[in-house]
């Protein structure tokens, strides 16, 4: 099976990058048999009996064995909850709905892609129903399931409450310190070539090996593959050279955190990520935290100078670090602040909801999404691609996905202080360009222990400490306090 998720995931990922938008089709009917495959493997009788043997003596498997166990029944019990013929249906279709919401993006007209989305909301929401009646969760909380086990809405509206309570006055405050002064326009040419020189250097540094896997260029940044073949994708901004960065940097951590699963468990369910909620965590840590740092900073700005052969006051370090932390209220989620990100996270999640729900129809979403970012962030989009098409989830079926990234902002933020405390000096690290002392902390206690504890008790073994929103909102405060002062 592992063999066939590989497969899978190159797969998506050939269609994203390289295959040419004719091919969406052969490429749909191609996805479609493997997961077919898979699917049949999952849900064959002997499984079924081979599982029900296993349970009977498990009281003799050590941790891990259990946990394997576990895995392996969680994967049959969502697999044998959907029919065959709608997990063709569903892959087909999301196949299909990418190239056309591609399409829509490019031509500014939402009525290429809402027919597709149509359709595929409505397979989703069959399977949502499916799962949550096999699973006895709500049909949007069984989607969550899929992405992060042991979340659901309770969690999450728990959790928006309380970054909610907060967040706004610290965007509020921010804003008002820095004042209304723009950031000085940055002098100098940075082709993509460039970009790419730069961002493969910082990759290198940080312990990505490119023996094993590559960096390409899309447009959305993703990450797919397994551990021996890892597949980076950013896009390059010829304006900016920092989207790439941070894009890439975002990607690092979701291929760190794949190529660091344990090799004793390879090929086995206990040896994959903890889900969706824990990589989002470990691309979130490196983008969000360390590379929106001053010791990060220090280091960067010499490899700014040497790849683009910039100077000038808007180049030093406190004003690269200045860039890097501005808080503004924005239009695009991967673009956005460490302050604003998680109401961009809320606002994609209080929509999708309501598409599950059926209380927002698809023909809608476009005035929805653009209401919503009224009442979060004051500002109205101009296109699609600013708008309800920025990101490329929906079109692919990825509903329940969304609320990883702010479990990920949370659990980053906490690994992060305890990294720190028995770490001490990893901010001189950092400045140096040493990133093994991040990555061996990482590798320990969380890349190393594959899918052997939920997420909730990772964490605290992690840490000590429960998952909550508390370390998030002091790091948040520490930072940004600092920052607007």
């Excluded at 590559?214 to 901004?237: C, N, Q």
């Excluded at 790439?244 to 660091?260: R, V």
């Excluded at 490329?392 to 329940?400: D, E, P």
């Amino acid at each position: 099976m592992h063999a066939f998720r590989g497969a899978l995931a190159l797969l998506r990922w050939d269609a994203a990058v390289m295959m040419p938008r004719g091919s969406a089709e052969v490429r749909a009917e191609q996805l479609a048999a493997l997961e077919s495959e898979l699917h049949a493997l999952l849900t064959a009788p002997k499984i079924t009996r081979l599982l029900e043997r296993a349970r009977a003596g498990s009281e003799s498997l050590e941790d891990w064995q259990q946990a394997n166990l576990r895995e392996m029944q969680r994967q049959r019990d969502h697999a044998i909850a959907v029919p065959v013929s709608l997990i063709s249906r569903l892959t087909k279709a999301a196949a299909l709905a990418e190239s056309q919401w591609l399409a829509a993006r490019r031509d500014n007209d939402f009525s290429i892609f809402a027919p597709h989305l149509q359709g595929l909301l409505q397979l989703v929401r069959d399977k949502a129903a499916l799962l949550g009646q096999a699973l006895s969760l709500s049909p949007y909380d069984a989607l969550m399931d899929e992405y992060g086990a042991g979340f659901g809405t309770a969690d999450m509206d728990a959790l928006f409450r309380s970054l909610g309570r907060r967040l706004p006055k610290m965007i509020g405050a921010a804003l008002q310190a820095q004042g209304d002064t723009p950031l000085p326009a940055l002098s100098g040419r940075f082709p993509a070539s460039r970009q790419r020189a730069l961002v493969v250097e910082v990759m290198k540094s940080i312990g990505f090996p490119f023996d094993r896997g590559r960096l390409d260029e899309s447009e959305h940044p993703f990450t797919e593959g397994v551990a021996g073949d890892i597949r980076v994708t950013t896009r390059f901004d010829a304006a900016d050279p920092f989207n790439a960065l941070l894009g890439a940097l975002h990607e690092t951590g979701h291929a760190m955190y794949d190529l660091g699963m344990p090799q004793a468990w390879r090929d086995q369910p206990v040896g994959r990520d903890r889900g969706m909620a824990l990589e989002e965590s470990q691309s979130l840590l490196l983008e969000m935290i360390v590379g929106r740092s001053r010791p990060f900073v220090s280091w960067l700005q010499p490899l700014l100078v040497k790849h683009f052969g910039v100077q000038g006051p808007e180049w030093e370090v406190d004003a690269v670090l200045q860039r890097l932390t501005r808080v503004r209220r924005g239009l695009i989620r991967v673009d956005a602040d460490e302050l604003s990100y998680p109401l961009h996270v809320l606002h994609r999640y209080e929509l999708e909801k309501k598409l599950i729900d059926g209380q927002l129809a698809v023909r809608d979403l476009q005035e929805a999404w653009d209401s919503g970012m009224r009442q979060h962030f004051g500002l109205r989009p101009a296109n699609l691609t600013e708008g309800c098409l920025q990101d490329v989830h929906w079109a692919l079926g990825l509903f329940g996905y969304f609320p990883s990234y702010a479990l990920g902002g949370v659990i980053a933020a906490q690994l992060w202080e305890s990294l720190c405390t028995q770490v001490p000096d990893v901010d001189a690290q950092i400045a140096r360009g040493e990133f093994a002392g991040v990555m061996s902390w990482l590798r320990d206690r969380v890349h190393s222990q594959g899918a052997r504890l939920p997420v909730k008790d990772l964490v605290r073994t992690a840490t000590g400490q429960p998952l909550g929103a508390t370390a998030l909102l002091r790091h948040l405060e520490r930072k940004y306090g600092a920052v607007s002062s």
